[in-house]
């Protein structure tokens, strides 16, 4: 799997590959066993070598990149919230002659939308999600 993980990369790396190879049934598990050997192996370095710092990196890596990944993501959803509401201002006339405007119950409503659309998006199965982005790539220009 090393020569796979290092030969196509990806986001994920070796969680993705372990979760693709194991195929539907084993894949989910195979992804999670990943993880845990990999902090297995770091944990039992540090255990052997003594090393107080490297175990305890070893433990908060995982937990720092999901903390990492849900606070990036809250970031960009609530960046691309801000630039809906401003293209919906903008669209409709502008706030000084009469156009929408747009309140913070109703920007939450537009953060919320685009969390659960993230979601649904990093949920779906991966030939569906080739599909989603294939016609969102085929839409694009003309909706533009």
């Not at 370095?45 to 999901?66: D, H, M, P, S």
């Not at 309140?103 to 599909?131: F, K």
Request: aromatic share 10%; charged share 10%.
């Amino acid at each position: 799997m090393a020569e796979i993980v290092s030969a196509l990369p990806s986001s994920g790396g070796p969680y993705f590959w372990a979760s693709v190879l194991g195929g539907d049934r084993w894949g989910p598990l195979a992804a999670w066993v990943t993880g845990k050997t990999w902090n297995t192996v770091y944990l039992s370095e540090a255990v052997r070598q003594k090393q107080a710092v490297f175990y305890y990196r070893c433990i908060l890596t995982g937990w720092f990149n999901l903390l990492g990944q849900v606070a990036v993501t809250a970031a960009i959803e609530y960046t691309l919230a801000n630039h809906l509401s401003a293209m919906i201002v903008l669209g409709t006339g502008g706030a000084g002659t009469g156009g929408k405007i747009i309140t913070q119950g109703q920007l939450l409503g537009i953060y919320a939308g685009e969390i659960l659309r993230e979601a649904w998006h990093h949920t779906i199965h991966v030939p569906d999600h080739a599909c989603v982005c294939h016609v969102h790539a085929t839409l694009r220009p003309v909706l533009l």
